[in-house]
């Protein structure tokens, strides 16, 4: 199985190398500059190295260059972000296997990696002899991981889950990162105390890694508001243990059918439509709306877009209080990715928003002419 070390200082971008290369199979290791990156070489030897050309502390160039004085051999493909022929020409000299122009798209790199490890196109572990280019088993059920360290927790929902139901589940944090990179869920259901010191920042690794999914904590009963709790801290919404088989069905149920699109995309404009439902749905709606915006958020950054415009102007403000952590979820996801977010909403929206602190300073646009305006 092959294996890739990506040398980036973008966390983001090393993820998204890490999960393009995963569902080829392959095996990924990660180094934040050019340091970092020569001391993974010293630990174990890999068969292609993806390296950022601008990094702090060593470039790509100056670890291309030592890793040479050295005598490592290893295949670089390179990631640049210029794309004049005086720099690209240089690049070459260097020695590399080929160059990545950003932004980049995930199967413009899958199509370089191989081409740079001489395999065919359309390989992956699960199929070397490259018939597609990623395995894809689609069997019409709800894909669901649980990450939970007691074994008794897996038996359990697996005794609850419905035939409809396809259940993966990790007893560790790695394990549940190892499958979030290699495999498309639709639910991730974690135990709120799987990692010392909270789980915000294992909800964040996964946000990246399952844009689409959606991300339940599961905690104890108590006299609180746990989902608020849960909310507060990062999930979507709380499964409360011991677990029922009414809430199991609600639950699946839930995600089964949040198949609508409540939000659309195209190239760097994305246009919220609007609510159909009953105000009793609303918070279903938010759900996947707020998953959807992560998801196009994700393909933004995977396509290394710095700037977006999100047209909200048909947005319910039925429940502003719900309207403004999704506008606060979605410009923090926005951040994460690198992409700077201009949002254009109505007087109405405005007014819902500017009644809490996270998003009273929120600058607003009041079209998408304008919006593009300040951009240039």
């Known amino acids: 199985m092959p ?36 001391k993974k070489l010293a630990e174990r030897s890999y ?11 060593m470039d790509g160039p100056a670890m291309l260059g030592k890793m040479r004085e050295l005598g490592n051999g290893t295949p670089v493909l390179m990631l640049t972000s210029e794309s004049k022929t005086s720099i690209v020409a240089g690049l070459m000299k260097l020695g590399i296997k080929d160059y990545v122009l950003k932004p980049f798209k995930g199967d413009e790199l899958r199509a370089k990696v191989l081409k740079a490890l001489g395999l065919p196109a359309g390989y992956s572990a699960a199929n070397p002899g490259g018939t597609s280019a990623v395995a894809k088993v689609d069997d019409g059920k709800l894909k669901v991981m649980v990450i939970d360290d007691m074994e008794n927790v897996h038996k359990k929902l697996q005794s609850m889950m419905p035939e409809s139901v396809a259940l ?17 869920f639709r ?11 909270g789980p915000s920042s294992l909800i964040k690794q996964l946000r990246l890694l399952q844009p689409d999914a959606g991300i339940w904590g599961m905690a104890l009963r108590s006299a609180n508001n746990v989902s ?32 609508e699109n409540y939000v659309t995309a195209k190239e760097d404009l ?31 950054g995977e396509a290394c877009f710095e700037g977006a415009v999100l047209d909200a102007t048909a947005l319910t403000v039925l429940q502003p209080a719900r309207v403004a952590k999704l506008l606060v979820e979605t410009f923090q996801s926005a ?23 996270e998003t009273k300073d929120l600058r607003c646009f009041s079209s998408i002419e304008e919006a593009r305006s300040q951009a240039a």
Not at 187 to 197: F, N
């Open 335 to 357: 951040q994460q990715m690198g992409i700077t977010l201009r949002l254009v909403a109505t007087e109405d929206l405005l007014k819902a928003v500017r009644g809490f602190q």
């Open 168 to 184: 993966e589940v990790a007893l560790t944090v790695a394990q549940g990162l190892a499958l979030a990179r290699g495999k498309k």
């Open 270 to 300: 994305i246009q919220v439509a609007p609510f159909p439902g009953k105000e009793d749905k609303l918070e279903r709606y938010f759900s996947k709306l707020t998953a959807d915006l992560k998801s196009i958020v994700q393909k933004l």
């Open 228 to 259: 608020k709790e849960m909310r507060e801290i990062g999930f979507d919404d709380a499964l409360l243990k011991p677990f029922t088989r009414e809430a199991i069905e609600e639950l699946i149920g839930q995600y089964m059918t949040m198949a």
């Open 3 to 38: 294996s890739i070390l990506t040398v980036d200082d973008s966390r983001p971008i090393r993820m998204i190398v890490a999960k393009a290369m995963a569902e080829l199979g392959f095996v990924i290791g990660e180094a934040e500059d050019g340091n970092d990156g020569l």
């Open 187 to 197: 639910l991730l259901l974690v135990d709120a105390e799987i990692q010392p010191g």
């Open 47 to 57: 068969d292609l190295v993806i390296l950022d050309v601008t990094m702090p502390n």
